[in-house]
C-alpha cells in the first residue's frame, strides 16, 4: 500500500511538472504616459508585484515621458531592481522620448529599449519648487544625481560617461546613439512590443544582482496591466494645465462664496477644485511667484469695483492673472507649459466674471430697502377715507390697511404716496 500511495504521489507531482513545463510564459505589460510622480510610482511598482505574484517570465513597461520628481524615480528603480521578475523598459512608439527622471528609469531596467525614432537623456535635475537655487546648490544636486545615476549604469553595464554626461551636461541620444556607444546604452531597437518580445527570446539577460536570466518568451500570454480609474484621475489631474484650471476655478468658486456667504455650491466646489489643485503642484515645478501672482490679480479684480481707479485696479489684476499664469510652471520642458492658447481665454473669461459678479453685488447693496420702516418708504397706496391736514385716515398699501396722516387734504380714493413712517402711523401725500 506504500509502494502503490508513493507511486501515485510521485506520478501527480510528474503531470503537475508537465502542466508547468506546458504552460505558457506570461509576459506583463504597462503604459506609463506622462509626468513621474507618486501616482506613476505607485502603478508602476504595484505592476511588478503583480508579476511577480503571476510568475510572470517578463514585465514589459512602455514609457514616454518628459520626467517628473527624483524621489519618485527613486521609488521606481528600487521595484525595478528589488522585481523577481525581469523588468524591460521601452521607449516608444515611434516619435517618443523618455527625458530626465524617464532615462534614469531606462537605465535601470534589466532591458533597455527603443522604437525608432525616439530619443532618451537630459536627465539634469531641476528644483522641483519653481525657486531659484544658487550655484553651489545645483552643482550639489547635479552631483547626486549623476553619483546616483553612474552607480546604477555600473552595475547595469551601461556606458558610465554617456549617461553622466545626460546629467550634468543635459545630452540626449537617439536611439541609434545609445546602441552604438560603447558599451551600449540600451539593449534592443524594436519597432513595438511584440517585435521587443520576439526579439528578447532566448536572451540572457544580467539582473542587477549578477544573477543570469534566459528568457524563454516563445507563443507568450501577453497581458496588460492598466491603471485604476483613481490612478487615471490622478494622473490626469497632475498635468499643468489641469493643475492651472483647477486653481483658477478654486479661487474664483470660494470668491463667489464669500460674495454670497450661503451659497454653499461655490464654496464646496472651489475647495475640492483647489485641494486637487495643490496635490498636482506638489508634484510640478511651479513657481510661488505666479501663485501668489494670480491670487493678487483676482483681488485687485475685485477691489476694482469696490475702489475708484477708474480702470487701474482692473487693468492691474487682468496683468497679474496673465503674468502669474504665465510664470506658473517653471520648467524648459514644452510639455510642462501652459500655453498662451489656454492662458488667455481663462484670464479673459475670469477676468469678465469677477467684474460682472462684482458689479451685480454693488448694484445690490445700492438698492433700498424692502423690508421693515424703510421698506414702507415710497410706496404706493390707496385712500379708503378722507383725511383732513393734521388729522388721521386709512390708507391701503404694503398689501394692508394702516392709519395715516397727511399734511394737505386727500380724498377717499386718491391715489398716495408714504412719505414717512413713526411705529404704526404712516404719513402720505397724494401721489
Not at 554617456?162 to 551636461?169: K, W, Y
Not at 478654486?250 to 472651489?270: D, F, N
Request: net charge neutral.
Amino acid at each position: 500500500m506504500r509502494v502503490r500511495a508513493s507511486f501515485l504521489v510521485l506520478m501527480t507531482l510528474g503531470l503537475a511538472g508537465l502542466a508547468a513545463a506546458d504552460r505558457a510564459p506570461i509576459v506583463e505589460t504597462a503604459i506609463v504616459d506622462g509626468i513621474i510622480h507618486p501616482v506613476t510610482s505607485e502603478f508602476m511598482r504595484a505592476a511588478i508585484a503583480k508579476a511577480d505574484a503571476d510568475g510572470a517570465a517578463l514585465i514589459v513597461f512602455t514609457l514616454r515621458t518628459p520626467g517628473g520628481l527624483l524621489d519618485s524615480t527613486r521609488d521606481i528603480n528600487n521595484a525595478i531592481i528589488g522585481a523577481k521578475t525581469p523588468v524591460a523598459v521601452f521607449v516608444g512608439p515611434s516619435g517618443n522620448r523618455a527625458a530626465s527622471a524617464g532615462f534614469l528609469i531606462t537605465m535601470a531596467a534589466d532591458i533597455a529599449a527603443m522604437a525608432p525614432g525616439t530619443h532618451i537623456g537630459a536627465a539634469h535635475p531641476v528644483n522641483g519648487s519653481g525657486e531659484k537655487v544658487d550655484e553651489v546648490m545645483a552643482k550639489k544636486m547635479a552631483s547626486d544625481t549623476a553619483a546616483y545615476a553612474r552607480t546604477i549604469a555600473t552595475q547595469r553595464g551601461r556606458s558610465v560617461p554617456l549617461v553622466e554626461q545626460a546629467v550634468t551636461e543635459s545630452r540626449s541620444y537617439t536611439e541609434r546613439e545609445a546602441i552604438a556607444a560603447s558599451p551600449p546604452l540600451i539593449d534592443v531597437i524594436a519597432s513595438d512590443v511584440p517585435d521587443l518580445i520576439k526579439k528578447l527570446d532566448g536572451r540572457t539577460v544580467k539582473r542587477f544582482n549578477g544573477a543570469a536570466v534566459t528568457l524563454k518568451l516563445t507563443d507568450a500570454e501577453v497581458r496588460t496591466i492598466e491603471m485604476s480609474w483613481p490612478q487615471r484621475v490622478l494622473s490626469a489631474i497632475a498635468h499643468p494645465q489641469i493643475a492651472y484650471l483647477l486653481l483658477t476655478l478654486g479661487t474664483l468658486g470660494l470668491t463667489i462664496e464669500l460674495w454670497s456667504p450661503g451659497a454653499v455650491l461655490p464654496g464646496v466646489a472651489g475647495g475640492i477644485c483647489l485641494l486637487l489643485a495643490f496635490f498636482a503642484l506638489q508634484v510640478l515645478p511651479v513657481s510661488y511667484a505666479g501663485v501668489l501672482l494670480i491670487l493678487l490679480g483676482f483681488a485687485l479684480l475685485v477691489l476694482e469695483v469696490k475702489v475708484t481707479s477708474h480702470g487701474l485696479l482692473g487693468v492691474g489684476g487682468i496683468a497679474s492673472l496673465l503674468f502669474g499664469s504665465l510664470m506658473l510652471i517653471d520648467s524648459p520642458l514644452p510639455e510642462m507649459q501652459i500655453g498662451l492658447r489656454l492662458i488667455l481665454p481663462v484670464t479673459l473669461s475670469l477676468s469678465a466674471i469677477l467684474l460682472f459678479l462684482v458689479t451685480l453685488a454693488v448694484r445690490a447693496q445700492a438698492q433700498p430697502a424692502v423690508t421693515g420702516e424703510s421698506g414702507m418708504l415710497h410706496t404706493p397706496g390707496q385712500a379708503l377715507t378722507s383725511i383732513d391736514p393734521g388729522g388721521v385716515g386709512r390708507v391701503a398699501t404694503h398689501g394692508e390697511i394702516w392709519t395715516a396722516t397727511a399734511l394737505e387734504p386727500i380724498s377717499a380714493g386718491d391715489r398716495v404716496v408714504v412719505t414717512a413712517v413713526k411705529g404704526l402711523l404712516l404719513t402720505v401725500k397724494r401721489a
